[in-house]
């Protein structure tokens, strides 16, 4: 048996670079939408708000599922509950959009802690029919209830003011240019936000959680606690997302808590890599760009998705970035070394 | 006495229903797979069986052999649950989330196989067809014959799936791999034929029950993600895994939604998802459940 | 040496099948225990109840004279008592440093905070190297977890419970689908670590007669949910009924040389 060395190894995972796994795609990404704007074309830009609107709320469902395991089939209601958090919010004269994004948040957070106190006892399959369930509670909540909701027909989302301005023009000059930048730096604040939690001991506990409970359990990991944590905080981002999505398409429409509409959620966690961080990111822009192009091309573009979800549950089920990080050296795992 | 109506209305939603639960209980029992897709099949049902009906039609045969036809057409197209299993091998010992994307995955890729077969615009079949079989009216009572049929038609799959699953050699078979897939292998049983046939029987049911449902509403293309949402309702509220809950779910969401539609159509489906979420919550393994993962 | 866990009259029943009877237990916190007995005597039972697994179905079990019924894996954790399991319990995606810094960092509460260091702390990293020389696995610090031999990984499960620096942990056959040759380096090795992880005692349930009577300070014996002798391994080996009682009268002749040769 070996004895206590004299000097400690420089093995430590500080030392390590960053790997494909890790952060660097996505500030690849956060730099190239940064430059979109400047690049492209006014309408162009504004089919990528998706993908900031996407990226937040995938984010947070990457430390759901990715870090702690739990597959959420609802998530979508978050969408769902920031976009009509805007819509009530711009309907009864509240303009700024750090209101709504604070409104949002907070019920968003507030609905994720009633719903995942109940829910996180649960993992696996229960989780996520629940989860699936509870996304279509809201959802038949919002379609029937036409007096409060608008319906089927949705809530409109008045533009907002940013930082107290109102900015004088049209709707794609808004969307492609102030608006665009305002949420680009909220993504990217939420990323270093996220990034730094992921990387604290609070990260590596989640993903304990997710590698094997009852293990975590025994070494002192509050396994409840850090789930209802992590479910919470997914819920606001999906909500600020939500809210996001319901300004720049000036609607907030009852499908958004549609389930499927998780899947599409699920399927850019998926298709970046649900381990890595950057994965799901980068799986939005993919997914945006993949729908848009798709959309364009043929009418049958649901099969396209459809069958590329297929392949990459089944040839690469760790994502694009998950399954080339992993090509990049041994003893590398994706989730747990960003 | 409408209330009887009402109770046989609701029992033939139900029927349905139970038909196609009953296909997700199977393959959740024996290969723990939850079939996303089951609604896919569901609509696929009924969108060959119109296509199906159309062209007998010319053949000018008697009205009353809509059922048999019906249930024929289900069969046929539900065998293509075959080669759709041969694509879920691979995520059977991985992760259930994998499957649930993968299921999803088909959920997406049978929506444009419906648009691209049939197009966007809901079909329906010739109605005169549903009312060559009269109704039966009987002292304030009065049900469509078809809607009659149909349910003891469901009883009889019921009873005869309960028996055959078992009492006969093949049900013990498929129960044993269901308990402990390895130890059925090391026992000689062809596990993967089992997996096949199990997913294939799961499939047909929902293709014959959406087959059956088409003389009384017509097939779109959102009858799919629908019927996701009510076939897992009838699970959760009987019980994952169990035939007895997909009869006892059947039941209790067909009347719930029959008569949550006449009273208070605003509640209708809330309703539907409260007692889902209350079941969940309260008795997660569901009335006859045998696991509460 | 003082107390530090016991059990008093702890019954245990599931429905009717009465998995202990009446079983009383004192452990010291400087004690190796060994705990006894054919398969189906309530030996996984007992261990269940004095680390708040299950609950007594009547009668009290303490620990550092706070009751534990039924308190669950992380409050046990927190009162400094850890348990492993016969199976090997690991975390595959981790690395073998990030595995043992999640006891390190549960330990030193630095779970508290979601921004607080973890890689770059010097204080997990001290930590987490020190377990990891202990129990040989330095070299292996950025290897992940899937990538360790079966070995390695139990090394792994056990060096992480340790890692919490425990008062007293519980082991559930550690040497379990270890070699014969091994056995002993594995027993040697717990035994160190325990010193210099601060871990008074160590409770094992083990089969392997030979490893009990050499470590143990004192081996309990269950038979049929009863504790049917407490006694040192000069003792035990002494006692033919003892013997024949836990492993067979086939081998306990053998047993009983083999304690003599040890314990001589």
Same mark, same amino acid.
């Not at chain 3, 975390?91 to 690395?95: A, D, E, K, T, V």
């Given at each position: 048996m070996s004895a206590l060395p004299e000097t400690l190894p420089?093995?430590?995972?500080?030392a390590r670079p960053l790997l494909l796994g890790g952060v660097g795609p996505l500030v690849i990404l956060l730099v190239g939408l940064a430059v979109s704007p400047v690049l492209l074309s006014a309408y162009a830009t504004v089919t990528l708000m998706p993908v900031i609107a996407y990226g937040i709320a995938v984010l947070g469902m990457n430390i759901l599922? *990715?870090? @702690?395991g739990m597959l959420s089939f609802g998530h979508a209601m978050f969408l769902a509950i920031g976009a009509y958090c805007a819509a009530v919010a711009t309907q009864h004269g509240i303009l700024s959009f750090e209101w709504i994004l604070l409104v949002a948040s907070g019920v968003g957070a507030s609905i994720a802690l009633i719903v995942g106190a109940l829910c996180v006892r649960f993992t696996h399959i229960f989780f996520g029919v629940l989860t699936l369930a509870i996304g279509m509670l809201l959802h038949s909540f919002l379609f029937k209830f036409y007096d409060l909701t608008? *319906?089927?027909q949705g809530m409109r989302v008045l533009r907002p003011t940013l930082l107290g301005q109102t900015w004088d023009m049209s709707a794609t000059q808004f969307l492609s240019g102030p608006f665009y930048y305002y949420c680009l730096v909220v993504y990217v604040v939420f990323v270093l936000v996220t990034y730094r939690m992921i990387k604290s001991p609070v990260g590596l506990h989640l993903q304990a959680i997710r590698d094997n409970e009852n293990k975590a359990r025994y070494l002192g990991v509050h396994v409840y606690r850090l789930r209802l944590g992590a479910f919470v905080l997914s819920g606001m981002l999906g909500s600020i997302g939500g809210a996001m999505l319901g300004v720049s398409t000036g609607l907030a429409d009852p499908?958004? %808590?549609?389930w499927t509409q998780s899947g599409n959620l699920i399927f850019m966690l998926v298709l970046g890599g %649900?381990? @890595?961080? +950057?994965g799901p990111g980068v799986g939005a822009l993919i997914f945006v760009l993949l729908q848009d192009i798709a959309a364009s091309e043929t009418q049958y573009w649901r099969f396209l998705l459809g069958a590329t979800l297929t392949v990459l549950v089944l040839a690469l089920p760790d994502g694009l970035l998950g399954t080339l990080s992993k090509y990049r050296g041994p003893g590398k795992n994706p989730g747990a070394q960003p | 006495m409408q209330y009887l109506n009402l109770i046989l209305a609701g029992l033939f939603q139900a029927a349905v229903l139970f038909l196609v639960a009953c296909g997700l209980q199977l393959i959740f029992g024996v290969q723990?797979?939850?079939?996303?897709a089951c609604g896919s099949f569901y609509a696929l049902g009924a969108f060959f069986a119109i296509t199906v009906v159309s062209i007998v039609q010319q053949w000018q045969? &008697?009205?009353?052999l809509l059922i048999p036809v019906l249930v024929l057409a289900g069969l046929a197209i539900g065998l293509v649950g075959a080669p759709l299993e041969l694509m879920l091998r691979p995520v059977y010992?991985?992760?259930?989330s994998y499957q649930l994307l993968l299921t999803f995955g088909l959920v997406l890729m049978f929506q444009d196989v419906f648009r691209f077969f049939w197009g966007a615009a809901p079909r329906s079949m010739d109605t005169a067809l549903y009312g060559a079989y009269g109704t039966l009216e009987a002292q304030a009572v009065s049900i469509p014959i078809y809607n009659l049929l149909v349910i003891l038609a469901s009883i009889a799959i019921a009873l005869i799936l309960g028996l055959t699953l078992k009492r006969s050699r093949v049900g013990r078979i498929v129960r044993a791999t269901a308990e402990n897939r390895d130890m059925t292998e090391a026992l000689g049983v062809n596990a993967s034929r089992v997996f096949t046939l199990v997913f294939t029987v799961g499939c047909i049911l929902g293709t014959v029950g959406g087959a059956l449902i088409v003389p009384t509403s017509a097939a779109s293309l959102t009858m799919a993600a629908e019927l996701v949402v009510d076939a897992f309702a009838v699970v959760v509220i009987g019980g994952l895994g169990s035939m007895a809950g997909a009869v006892a779910g059947a039941v209790i969401v067909g009347l719930m939604r029959t008569v949550a539609v006449t009273f208070a159509s605003e509640v209708e489906i809330l309703s539907i998802y409260l007692v889902v979420v209350a079941v969940l919550l309260f008795r997660p393994k569901g009335l006859f459940g045998k696991e509460a993962v | 040496m003082n107390m530090i866990l016991s059990a008093q009259n702890v019954s245990k029943a599931y429905g009717s099948y009465q %998995?202990?009877?009446?079983v009383s237990l004192n452990i010291g916190d400087t004690e190796f225990v060994s705990i006894v007995g054919p398969n189906g005597a309530g030996k996984t039972t007992l261990v269940n109840v004095l680390t708040g697994l299950s609950r007594p179905t009547s009668g009290s079990v303490h620990f550092s004279g706070r009751?534990?019924?039924?308190?669950?894996p992380v409050r046990l954790a927190a009162m400094g008592m850890a348990r492993s399991f016969q199976l090997v319990n690991v975390?595959?995606?981790? +690395?073998v440093w990030e595995s043992i810094a999640v006891a390190v960092s549960s330990r030193q509460g630095k779970?508290?905070?979601?921004? %607080? @260091?973890?890689?770059?702390s010097r204080q997990i990293d001290d930590e987490v190297q020190r377990v990891a020389a202990t129990f040989g696995l330095s070299q292996k610090?950025?290897?992940? @977890?899937?990538?360790?031999?079966q070995g390695e990984k139990k090394l792994l499960d056990i060096a992480s419970a340790f890692a919490l620096r425990p008062r007293a942990i519980l082991m559930?056959? &550690?040497? +379990?689908?270890?070699a014969s040759a091994d056995k002993y380096d594995i027993m040697e090795l717990l035994v160190k670590a325990a010193r210099l992880q601060g871990v008074g005692t160590i409770i094992q349930v083990e089969h392997d007669m030979t490893l009990v009577a050499r470590y143990s300070h004192r081996i309990v014996a269950l038979q049929e949910g009863r504790v049917i002798g407490d006694m040192t391994p000069d003792a035990f080996f002494k006692d033919p009924l003892m013997l024949e009682a836990v492993i067979? &009268?086939?081998?306990s002749k053998q047993a009983q040389s083999a304690g003599e040769t040890l314990l001589c």
């Open positions: 420089a093995s430590t995972p500080a599922f *990715g870090y @702690t608008g *319906g089927d499908e958004l %808590a549609y %649900a381990g @890595t961080f +950057s | 723990k797979i939850v079939n996303l045969l &008697p009205a009353l010992r991985r992760d259930p | %998995a202990l009877r009446d009751s534990i019924a039924g308190i669950g975390f595959p995606s981790l +690395s779970a508290r905070n979601p921004f %607080a @260091t973890l890689f770059k610090l950025t290897t992940t @977890t899937g990538e360790l031999s559930d056959e &550690p040497t +379990s689908g270890v067979g &009268p086939a081998h």
